[in-house]
């Protein structure tokens, strides 16, 4: 199937963990993101990243790094996980010189840090 | 800056229609677009309009734009318990050199039988 695959589905870790959430598109996308909804389904974009830019929003922790191998992946890497960073995390493409179709979301990863 | 304002809760009775607003800042979005997102799932992208399109109509959705305003609004004509979901309207924001998508903060609405 074509789309944007997330794993884990479902995470849960303890404080000060060093965790990974895998994303992968198979759309032939140039470039990828990572949003972050919280507990009252706000979504805030983390980063944007094509294979010339990454663009990481001001307010995300040096804690976040995100990290591509090649065009059709782009994981997440959190470094000593707080409380806070509870949250469901979606990876998303797009073809950015065609922005009418807007994103593909993955079906997003919950993050529970206890 | 971009900011992307909805109501956060709509109810409805099965079979009226729903009507969702949205306000957003930032006058240089080209397009304007309505995803929804079911419980435990992603989200699913339902309808766009290009900035210079007043109204765009798919099946039961009916997407009106005022530019002038700012103002975008989703029609769900007949609505179904099936739509009950929490319902996104974003914009995409040309700060830098990528657009990135801003989202609202999302109207969830309820259908009642």
């Known amino acids: 199937d074509t789309a944007v695959s997330q794993t884990p589905k479902y995470l849960v870790t303890q404080m000060g963990n060093d965790k990974s959430i895998k994303c992968e598109q198979n759309l032939g996308h140039d470039t990828m993101y990572w949003y972050k909804q919280d507990s009252k389904k706000f979504l805030k974009i983390m980063f944007s990243?094509?294979?010339?830019?990454?663009?990481i929003n001001e307010t995300v922790p040096n804690r976040f790094s995100p990290k591509s191998p090649d065009k059709a992946h782009l994981n997440l890497h959190i470094n000593s996980l707080e409380l806070g960073d509870s949250a469901v995390y979606f990876c998303?493409?797009?073809?950015?010189?065609?922005?009418?179709?807007?994103?593909?979301f993955g079906s997003g990863t919950r993050l529970t840090v206890v | 800056g971009e900011d992307v304002e909805q109501s956060l809760f709509l109810s409805v009775r099965e079979g009226d229609s729903s009507v969702i607003n949205c306000t957003y800042t930032?006058?240089?979005?080209?397009?304007l677009y309505w995803y929804k997102q079911e419980p435990g799932a992603g989200l699913q992208l339902l309808t766009y309009i290009f900035s210079n399109m007043d109204m765009k109509q798919d099946q039961r959705l009916t997407v009106l734009l005022n530019k002038k305003d700012k103002h975008l609004s989703l029609r769900i004509a007949d609505t179904q318990t099936g739509d009950s979901a929490i319902y996104f309207c974003?914009?995409?924001?040309?700060?830098?050199?990528?657009?990135?998508?801003?989202f609202g903060k999302g109207t969830k609405l309820s259908v009642k039988p």
């Open positions: 974003a914009e995409m924001n040309y700060g830098g050199s990528q657009g990135n998508l801003i």
């Open positions: 990243y094509n294979n010339k830019e990454l663009i």
């Open positions: 998303a493409s797009s073809l950015r010189t065609v922005t009418n179709y807007g994103y593909t």
């Open positions: 930032d006058s240089s979005s080209t397009y």
